[in-house]
C-alpha cells in the first residue's frame, strides 16, 4: 500500500477509536457512535483500498475495545463487528463490482434483521439484561415489532452508507491531492 493510503487508514481507524469508545462509555450514544464509525470506515475507499477499509475496520474495533476497557456488555461492539462495521465495505464492493443492486439490498436487509434478533437474544439470554422500561405488551409481543423497525432502520442506514461515501469522495477529492 502507498503512504497516503496507509496514513489515511490510520486517520480512518483513529477516528473509528474515537466513536466507539465515545459509545462504549456512553450508552445514550452508541448508536449515534455506530453509525458515525460506520462512515470512518469507508474513508480509504477514496484511495480505491478495500485492504485499507479493513484495516481500519479491525484496528479501530480493536483498540476501541482496549480503551474501553473490554466493555463487553456494551451494545457498540458485537453490533460493530457484525454489522455496522462490515455492511458499508460490503456494500462499496457490491456497488463497484456492480452486483445487482436489489439482490444486493435484499442481502443486506436478511442480515440486518437476523443481527437484530441476534443482538436481541444475546443481551435479554445471555447477558440478562431485563427490559423493564417497555410496557407490557411490547415487551410479549417483542418479536413481532422487531423485524419492522429493522427493516425501517436499515432501509435509513442503507441510505445514508451511500449518500455518505458521495460526501467523504467529494470533501476528500478537496483535501487530498
Do not use: Q
Given at each position: 500500500?502507498?503512504?497516503?493510503?496507509?496514513?489515511?487508514?490510520?486517520?480512518?481507524?483513529?477516528?473509528?477509536t474515537?466513536c466507539l469508545?465515545?459509545?462504549?462509555?456512553?450508552?445514550?450514544?452508541?448508536?449515534?457512535?455506530?453509525?458515525?464509525?460506520?462512515?470512518?470506515?469507508?474513508?480509504?475507499?477514496?484511495?480505491?483500498?478495500?485492504k485499507?477499509?479493513?484495516?481500519?475496520?479491525?484496528?479501530?474495533?480493536?483498540l476501541?475495545?482496549?480503551?474501553?476497557g473490554?466493555?463487553?456488555?456494551?451494545?457498540?461492539f458485537?453490533?460493530?463487528?457484525?454489522?455496522?462495521g462490515?455492511?458499508?465495505?460490503?456494500?462499496?464492493?457490491?456497488?463497484?463490482?456492480?452486483?445487482?443492486?436489489?439482490l444486493?439490498?435484499?442481502?443486506?436487509?436478511?442480515?440486518?434483521i437476523?443481527?437484530?434478533?441476534?443482538?436481541?437474544?444475546?443481551?435479554t439470554?445471555?447477558m440478562?439484561r431485563?427490559?423493564?422500561?417497555?410496557?407490557?405488551?411490547?415487551?410479549?409481543n417483542?418479536?413481532?415489532?422487531?423485524?419492522?423497525l429493522?427493516?425501517?432502520?436499515?432501509?435509513?442506514?442503507?441510505?445514508?452508507?451511500?449518500?455518505?461515501?458521495?460526501?467523504?469522495?467529494?470533501?476528500?477529492?478537496?483535501?487530498?491531492?
Amino acid at each position: 500500500m502507498k503512504s497516503k493510503t496507509i496514513s489515511v487508514s490510520a486517520i480512518a481507524a483513529a477516528f473509528v477509536t474515537i466513536c466507539l469508545t465515545i459509545g462504549a462509555y456512553f450508552e445514550v450514544a452508541d448508536l449515534v457512535a455506530l453509525v458515525a464509525a460506520s462512515v470512518f470506515v469507508i474513508l480509504p475507499l477514496y484511495m480505491n483500498s478495500y485492504k485499507g477499509c479493513l484495516l481500519c475496520y479491525l484496528a479501530g474495533g480493536v483498540l476501541a475495545f482496549l480503551c474501553s476497557g473490554f466493555n463487553i456488555m456494551s451494545l457498540v461492539f458485537p453490533a460493530y463487528f457484525v454489522f455496522f462495521g462490515v455492511y458499508p465495505i460490503v456494500k462499496s464492493k457490491f456497488t463497484d463490482v456492480n452486483f445487482n443492486k436489489y439482490l444486493g439490498f435484499i442481502i443486506g436487509l436478511v442480515w440486518f434483521i437476523l443481527v437484530a434478533y441476534g443482538m436481541f437474544f444475546y443481551y435479554t439470554a445471555i447477558m440478562g439484561r431485563v427490559f423493564t422500561d417497555l410496557p407490557e405488551w411490547i415487551l410479549k409481543n417483542v418479536l413481532y415489532f422487531l423485524a419492522p423497525l429493522a427493516v425501517i432502520v436499515f432501509v435509513v442506514f442503507d441510505r445514508y452508507v451511500v449518500v455518505m461515501r458521495r460526501v467523504i469522495n467529494h470533501y476528500l477529492g478537496r483535501i487530498i491531492k
